[in-house]
């Protein structure tokens, strides 16, 4: 740690940190990273999915969220604080009126003989208004860096209400996902099902012409079973996702289950992915500019705690009129006015200042530390989020083809049983590895649509507007 240096032209210490560190983390320096943050772009991308009612879910989600809420109050709150600091460095003025009506004992010092003499009145009244104003001015730049510090707190709540709106977004998204996914899975095992009865059904009729074995009709039906058995699990999964979504949005379940009961297909998602990473990415993402923006809140904070150190000027002044009758109050002579500029140091604090001097700048070192940690993270989520994104299209295009073939081959397998060249276990076979082949395929399809949601989160906002 550098040590403290103290004076009116103090500024902060070097972070040790190795040069170049985030150059060599993001291939971009930190002036070009951080200059102009975009946090707040519209991160409108699932509207390419062309889902209404997703849309609808994540704009209800946005506008009822309680977590969601709450952030926007430390928003406000954060905000509200900065004018609180800015009034410090403005002329407190505050208006006073009085009256005041005193008995003075006959014996009162120095106006004793004027009393007993009839001249002065031991009844006294007086009025008494104006206006006092106090102004500590800012010599040595304490209350300019509060303000400072207040502003970048606000900036990172703002930052952190886009990223608690961006987490949100991506919840839905996954949510909704997982049920689509459940649907379909269910669907596709009912579809299938009816093709088993069918197998089924022949395995019947074969062994009742003399052509078939009982052996086969048992085996049919053990298959029929077990997909049968599978269909209770995808309606948990498919419950699970209702519920989540139901607290996300605070919708009554009921009702949600009613909007999402009618079976829909997975969203078909883009084929293309965003160039320019990860330099791009670290202007938008919101828990970058938050870590930031609390860098540079740690960073005023050691200006506010040097400014103690010197001295305090302030400037008091009272200004209004006096007088003994009230209808007296407002005539000439009777103005009063006082100025008393003041000046207060603390001389001996007993090591307190520059103690506390010292943990503003382990509070700051810390913050850029956090900073350097969010930056490095934020690369890597983005890195795998792209390798996951485009390796999920592999996988379900090769899926996609090894369906066709899979259900080709059920279809020659059903002829020649039929004809009696084949044996039926190859066609109880083949239909059991298109039941898989199909179940896996919904789940690819699923892990694309999902890739993306996490894609989306790690590059921050609306990227397809942006990049």
Known sequence: ??????????????????????????????????????????????????????????????????????????????RALVGIAESGLLPQVAARGSYTEVELSERTPIL???????QVDTRQNLYDVGFDAQWEIDVFGGTRRAVEAGVARAA?????????RLSLKAEVIRHYIHLRL?????????????????????????????????FDLHRAQALNHSIRAQLPGFRIQELAALYRISVL?????????????????????????????????????????????QLKAATAEIGVNVAQLFP?????????????????????????????????????????????????????????????QVV????????????RYGLSFQTRESLQSMVTVQRKAVELSREAYQS??????????????LTNGSLKLAEARAETLLALATLEKALGGDWDTQL
């Open 312 to 372: 305090r000027f302030s400037l008091t002044g009272m200004a209004g009129a006096q007088a003994s009758r009230f209808s007296n109050l407002f005539e000439s002579g009777s103005g009063t006015w006082t100025i008393l500029p003041g000046v207060s140091w603390a001389l001996f604090q007993g090591g307190r200042i520059r103690t506390q001097i010292e943990a503003a700048e382990l509070q700051q070192e810390e913050a850029f530390q956090s900073y350097r």
């Open 156 to 164: 990172a709540a703002e930052a952190g209400l886009a990223d608690a």
């Open 112 to 118: 004793e003989q004027f009393i007993r003499q009839g």
């Open 1 to 78: 740690m550098t040590a403290c240096t103290v004076g009116p032209d103090y500024s902060p210490p070097e972070m040790d940190a190795p040069e170049g560190w985030y150059a060599e983390a993001t291939g971009h320096s930190i002036e070009q990273t951080t200059k102009s943050p975009t946090h707040g772009a519209p991160e409108s991308w699932w509207r390419q999915l062309e889902d209404p009612l997703l849309d609808q879910l994540v704009e209800q989600a946005i506008e009822a969220n309680p977590k969601l809420m709450a952030a926007r109050a430390r928003v406000r709150k954060a």
């Open 420 to 433: 009696g060249v084949a044996d039926f276990l190859d066609l109880l076979e083949a239909q059991r590895q």
């Open 182 to 214: 459940a649907q379909r899975q269910s669907a596709i095992l009912t579809q299938q099902l009816k093709l088993q009865e069918q197998i089924v059904a022949l395995a019947q009729e074969q062994l009742s012409a003399g052509v078939g074995t009982e």
């Open 249 to 293: 949005t605070d919708e009554d379940t009921t009702v949600l289950s009613n909007r999402l009961s009618e079976i829909e297909a997975l969203p078909q998602p883009p084929d293309l992915v965003p160039l320019g990473i990860p330099g791009s990415v670290l202007r938008r993402r919101p828990d970058i500019h938050k870590a930031e923006m």
């Open 376 to 387: 490095n993270e934020a690369v890597a989520e983005v890195e795998t989020a792209l390798t």
